[in-house]
């Protein structure tokens, strides 16, 4: 089975920063890669597909990069709604999340 | 507008079964397979399997193996995801989730482009 892992487990920013999240396969995925936001309460919303691609209707300030084992997801400035829990998901061989990424205020 | 909606809420003691169910609107129901995603309180999103709903096929995560089974009522646009010997363990939000497919390094991924509400779970004695 391929394990993901993502770092950090939590961060705090503020409003207007540039974060960063890492994901990393433990084999190759290729590009087989999607990023999730959820917020508390809610269903996971797919925000990034193909490690690069954005899903309709989400804001250019979200993008995905890499490809094989390593992704990260960056949000450029971020703003008040984009408090929540990022995941990564693979789907090169069936399905597998990492474990979050929790975006708290500073 | 494509829409997932989930039954509601269920209560189980340890050992017994739950069904939970998932009806589809706003798309041709055979045409995309359903994921099954479950997240205990505070925790992460689990994987647990698929089903094509146009030809039944399904494909479960090793650690549901034998424990569950997900079927559809193709007449009704209805997914179902049941569990079996339910344990305390299993207290989790269910969702269910349409998944996209997407062509990507020459071959086809997939992605969950729509998600139901989620259902809760809960086992306990």
């Known amino acids: 089975d391929i394990q993901m892992t993502q770092s950090p487990s939590s961060l705090s920013a503020s409003v207007g920063d540039r974060v960063t999240i890492t994901c990393r396969a433990s084999?190759?995925?290729?590009?087989?890669l999607n990023w999730y936001q959820q917020k508390p309460g809610k269903a996971p919303k797919l925000l990034i597909y193909a490690a690069s691609s954005l899903q309709s209707g989400v804001p250019s300030r979200f993008s995905g990069s890499g490809s094989g084992t390593d992704f990260t997801l960056t949000i450029s400035s971020l703003q008040p709604e984009d408090f929540a829990t990022y995941y990564c998901q693979q789907s090169y061989s069936s399905f597998t999340f990492g474990p979050g990424t929790k975006v708290d205020i500073k | 507008q494509v829409q997932l909606v989930q039954s509601g809420a269920e209560v189980k003691k340890p050992g017994a079964s739950v069904k939970v169910s998932c009806k589809a609107s706003?798309?041709?129901?055979?045409?995309?397979?359903i994921n099954w995603v479950r997240q205990a309180t505070g925790q992460g999103l689990e994987w647990m399997g698929w089903m094509n709903p146009n030809s039944g096929n399904t494909g479960y995560a090793q650690k549901f193996q034998g424990r569950v089974t997900m079927t559809r009522n193709t007449s009704i646009s209805t997914a179902y995801m049941e569990l079996s010997s339910l344990r305390s363990e299993d207290t989790a939000v269910y969702y269910c989730a349409r998944a996209e497919q997407y062509d990507s390094s020459g071959g086809a991924g997939f992605d969950f482009d729509y998600w139901g509400q989620g259902t809760l779970v809960t086992v306990s004695s």
């Open positions: 706003g798309y041709t129901f055979t045409s995309y397979d």
């Open positions: 084999q190759s995925i290729s590009s087989y």
